[in-house]
Structures are given as C-alpha cells and as structure tokens.
C-alpha cells in the first residue's frame, strides 16, 4: 500500500514525463512541483528508478483487474474485447498523463529493470487477452483460421496505435467516440466470418 505522499510523487512524475520526457523527471523537478525538499522525496523513494517501477506497478495493478473483470462476465468474447478496450480508453482520456508514460517504452529501454517490468505488463495482458480470444474461437465467434498468439498482437498493435495517434493529435480527437468506431473495425478483423 502507497501512502498519499507516494501518490502525489507518483502523480506528478507522471505529468512531468507528459511535459517534459524523461529528463525532466528528476528529483529536483518532483521537490519543486510538491513544493518540498528533495530529502523528503528521498524518504519515500531511492530514486527515480522506484518511482517508475512503483508507476509500472500500479499501472499493472489497474490494468491485471480490468482484464480479470472483464474476463468474469457473463457476455460474449467480443463483448469482452469491446468492454475491455472501452475501458482502458476511458482511463486513457481521464489521464491523458499516463499515455505519454505508458505507451512510451523507449523511455525505460536503458534501465533493464525498467523494461522487465514493461515486458511484464505486455506479457501478462497478452496472455489474459489471448484467454478471452480463444474463448470466442471455441465459441465460434472469433476466427479459427489465425493463432490466437497472432490475432492478440493485431488487437494489441491497433489499440496501441490507435491511441499513439490520439496523443501526437494532442489528444484532438474523442477518444471514446473514436474508439467505439475503431473497435467495431478490429471486431470486425477478428468476428468470425
């Protein structure tokens, strides 16, 4: 359990990367924006390598829940796939901050603890999105004629685009609306003929 001060740290490193990349997290930054000293970050945190596995963490956390609420209920697999992404862009749109954090892994490639645990996250939604994939190809909903390894990365690559191009719109864009939009074509992808 984080306390709210490690909240605040993270949230503000967040929107710090979001302003300024990943040189402009700093703990000097962090200090600056909370409007304490940088002893009193260094209480809560080593480093700013702890503050973004700590980021990663709870991003895990959000995301590894959503999915197993999603893959709980009661509705069809594409109903799930529908569900799932709907939902991950309504936090998306709520926190546009996380965007520039999260589909930014090229900012952690020079920390391997870092890219562990990007390739963590990637590995555990694949693995929870394939289970819902290969639900529907039981079912007869989803298509039977494409791995269920390859037709995750088609959903997972487009939704990862999808969204890289709402933020270099500069977030212009609904992403909701759009989104509804553009799961209806993935849907259509991956539906069963």
Same mark, same amino acid.
Not at 80 to 104: G, Q, Y
Not at 121 to 139: A, H, P, Y
């Given at each position: 359990?984080?306390?709210?001060?490690?909240?605040?740290?993270?949230?503000?490193?967040?929107?710090?990367?979001?302003? $300024?990349?990943?040189?402009?997290?700093?703990?000097?930054?962090?200090?600056?924006?909370?409007?304490?000293?940088?002893?009193?970050?260094?209480?809560?945190?080593? /480093?700013?390598?702890?503050?973004?596995?700590?980021?990663?963490?709870?991003?895990?956390?959000?995301?590894?829940?959503?999915?197993? +609420? %999603?893959? #709980?209920?009661?509705?069809?697999? =594409?109903?799930?796939?529908? @569900?799932?992404?709907?939902?991950?862009?309504?936090?998306?749109? #709520? @926190?546009?901050? &996380? %965007?520039?954090?999260?589909?930014?892994?090229?900012?952690?490639? /020079? #920390?391997?603890?870092?890219?562990? $645990?990007?390739?963590?996250?990637?590995?555990?939604?694949?693995? =929870?999105? !394939?289970?819902?994939?290969?639900?529907?190809?039981?079912?007869? +909903?989803?298509?039977?004629?494409?791995?269920?390894?390859?037709?995750?990365?088609?959903?997972?690559?487009? *939704?990862?685009?999808?969204? $890289?191009? &709402? !933020?270099?719109? *500069?977030?212009?864009?609904?992403?909701?609306?759009?989104?509804? /939009?553009?799961? @209806?074509?993935? $849907?259509?992808?991956?539906?069963?003929?």
């Amino acid at each position: 359990m984080i306390s709210d001060r490690q909240k605040e740290i993270i949230e503000v490193s967040i929107n710090l990367i979001a302003q $300024k990349g990943i040189q402009g997290l700093t703990i000097k930054n962090i200090s600056r924006e909370i409007g304490i000293s940088e002893a009193a970050i260094y209480r809560h945190y080593e /480093n700013k390598i702890q503050i973004l596995l700590t980021l990663l963490d709870h991003f895990r956390m959000i995301s590894g829940k959503l999915f197993k +609420e %999603v893959s #709980e209920l009661p509705i069809s697999a =594409l109903e799930k796939i529908d @569900n799932l992404f709907m939902k991950h862009f309504k936090i998306f749109a #709520e @926190n546009t901050s &996380w %965007v520039a954090v999260i589909f930014a892994e090229e900012i952690f490639r /020079n #920390e391997p603890i870092l890219i562990n $645990k990007v390739r963590d996250i990637v590995n555990q939604n694949d693995v =929870l999105l !394939q289970l819902i994939l290969k639900e529907g190809q039981n079912s007869g +909903e989803i298509r039977n004629d494409a791995e269920v390894e390859h037709l995750s990365v088609i959903t997972m690559g487009a *939704l990862r685009l999808f969204v $890289k191009k &709402w !933020q270099y719109s *500069l977030y212009e864009f609904n992403l909701i609306n759009e989104g509804t /939009n553009f799961l @209806n074509s993935i $849907k259509q992808v991956i539906a069963s003929k």
